[in-house]
């Protein structure tokens, strides 16, 4: 095959040259002049310009107020160490864990109650972001009852991976001393493995429905693109999101026999056929990219370093506040509200980062879709949509700093350059 391959790039290449110098004089292109004219600027601020100076103002106020919320969310977290160290919590709860008969059922008891009282001292902030912040830009479709309810859900499910996570992580540390972020980064992977390969099986339904595509000619128009670009139909589910959130969203989840794509009911409802056509592009984008492999493989390298990191500050400081907090060394469980600090210090750190690479994904999956759905102002009109909760038009620096996904700017201005680039075809 490959060599068929190489042969035949040859040929073309041979051909394409031959066209080039023996007709070049004959049958010239027709001038670009000859299509009508189209300006991918003016475009694209025609596009910008449908938005009214309310909601851009709204769509701006929510979006930055997430900048902030990174930093505040570093520095409550910090604040929940303090409890737990400067306060006494840790050594009280160590010396309570104390009583069970083996050293991995107190680690395991230790790391639960941490996890639960943790989750009851964040309770506060949570609740305003993920409730009344998002009723009140008009995001949210749920009632209290029921966000709680949810909220416990995450926490159960938490509490029982995160503590078996964590007591594999002592073991490596008690095992492996200084080299144990090495153990711990394939520890951490393979959880990570395991949790995106159940995720769309088990952990997704407890949340949502998900059921096959209702029949319809956008159905049938999903499924020809999914099979034209090798995803098959089975894999394309819809979800009803609308149970949580008016958000219009598609997403990929799963690797190995659980890939699929969801696309939520909000969009489908609030969408035309050719904004559908457009986001599901790009979901296949990241489906035939092997987008979640590739990050899956970033992430592992990312939890490496900021294990090796982590180590570092955390050796640094419990040799000079150790005695203080009560925390002898590494192997001690008393020290892990320090470790959980540290972890999300280093993950604001790395919150460029994260979301350059992310966000380099979305912009390939953008691309793909362009192609695959031939939908640019589909596109440009859902990009526009998106902006209910991502700010629409930011400084070039603001993006790459803060957006996991293209701003609507950069994604229209991309859908309108496609566009003039495209004009004429079928
Ligand atoms: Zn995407």
Redesign the pocket.
């Known amino acids: 095959m490959p060599t068929l391959l190489k042969f035949l790039l040859v040929f073309l290449l041979l051909a394409a040259a031959g066209t080039t110098w023996a007709q070049a004089p004959a049958t010239a292109p027709a001038p670009a002049t000859a299509q009508p004219a189209f300006d991918v600027e003016a475009a694209t601020q025609a596009y910008l310009s449908t938005l009214t100076p309310a909601q851009k103002a709204s769509s701006d106020a929510y979006f930055e107020g997430g900048y902030w919320l990174l930093l505040i969310d570093v520095l409550y977290a910090v604040g929940i160490a303090a409890v737990f160290l400067g306060l006494g919590l840790s050594r009280r709860l160590r010396a309570w864990t104390e009583r069970l008969p083996r050293r991995f059922l107190r680690t395991l008891a230790y790391a639960a109650a941490y996890l639960l009282l943790a989750w009851l001292l964040s309770f506060p902030l949570a609740v305003y972001e993920g409730y009344f912040r998002e009723h009140q830009y008009g995001l949210s479709n749920q009632r209290f009852g029921q966000w709680l309810s949810e909220n416990l859900t995450s926490l159960a499910l938490n509490v029982v991976f995160g503590s078996l996570l964590i007591l594999a992580l002592y073991a490596a540390i008690r095992r492996a001393g200084s080299r144990w972020w090495v153990w711990g980064t394939g520890i951490v992977g393979a959880f990570l493995v395991i949790s995106i390969f159940l995720g769309p099986v088990f952990v997704s339904p407890l949340f949502n429905k998900y059921t096959p595509l209702p029949a319809s000619p956008v159905r049938a128009a999903i499924l020809r693109m999914a099979r034209a670009n090798g995803v098959p139909a089975d894999n394309v589910y819809l979800v009803d999101a609308s149970r949580q959130s008016k958000r219009i969203s598609a ?1 990929v989840s799963g690797i190995g026999s659980t890939i699929r794509v969801s696309l939520n009911d909000n969009l489908l409802r609030r969408s035309t056929p050719q904004e559908v056509q457009a986001v599901m592009g ?2 296949l984008g ?1 489906y035939v990219l092997n987008h979640i492999q590739k990050m899956l493989v970033f992430f592992i390298v990312l939890i490496g370093l900021g294990l090796w990191a982590l180590d570092w500050a955390f050796t640094r400081l419990v040799a000079r506040y150790g005695p203080r907090w009560g925390v002898a060394d590494r192997a001690d469980v008393g020290g892990l509200p320090l470790a959980v600090a540290l972890l999300a210090v280093l993950s604001f750190l790395a919150t460029p980062v994260l979301n350059t690479i992310i966000r380099t ?2 912009q390939e ?1 953008d691309m793909f879709g362009l192609n695959a759905a031939r939908q640019p102002d589909g596109f440009a009109t859902i990009a526009m949509k998106l902006s209910e909760y991502r700010k629409i038009d930011p400084a070039p620096l603001e993006e790459a700093l803060f957006f996991d ?1 293209p701003s609507g700017h950069t994604r229209v201005h991309t859908a309108m350059r496609w566009k003039a680039e495209h004009l004429g075809e079928k």
């Open positions: 997403n790009h979901e990241h994904q979305e999956a996904h």
